[in-house]
């Protein structure tokens, strides 16, 4: 089954995650199908914190894959604040 998750990168205490359609049964930061965007959760200042490519999102969810719980909340709030602004 292919999931929609994070995956780590960055420095020790200083957490970068990108955002990946993969293969359920690969590791954590393992072998990806599609990078699909990221989140920042670290970000100051005018550094983005999160970027996602919807429109593949929404390819792999038409495709059967399923995101994980963080992800799926990321979703939401980026939804809400792309209709509010």
């Known amino acids: 089954m292919v999931k929609i998750r994070l995956s780590r990168t960055g420095a020790k ?3 970068f ?3 990946v359609a993969t293969d359920s049964r690969n590791k954590r930061d393992g ?3 599609e990078r699909l965007g990221f989140f920042n959760p670290v970000a100051t ?3 983005v914190t999160f970027r996602l490519d919807t429109a593949r999102v929404d390819y792999w969810v038409t495709q059967g894959a399923q995101t994980s719980e963080r992800v799926a ?3 939401k709030k980026h939804a809400t604040t ?4």
């Open 13 to 15: 205490k200083k957490p």
């Open 82 to 85: 792309v209709d509010a602004a």
């Open 45 to 47: 200042g005018a550094e």
């Open 31 to 33: 072998r990806v199908l």
């Open 17 to 19: 995650y990108h955002i």
């Open 73 to 75: 909340q990321l979703i």
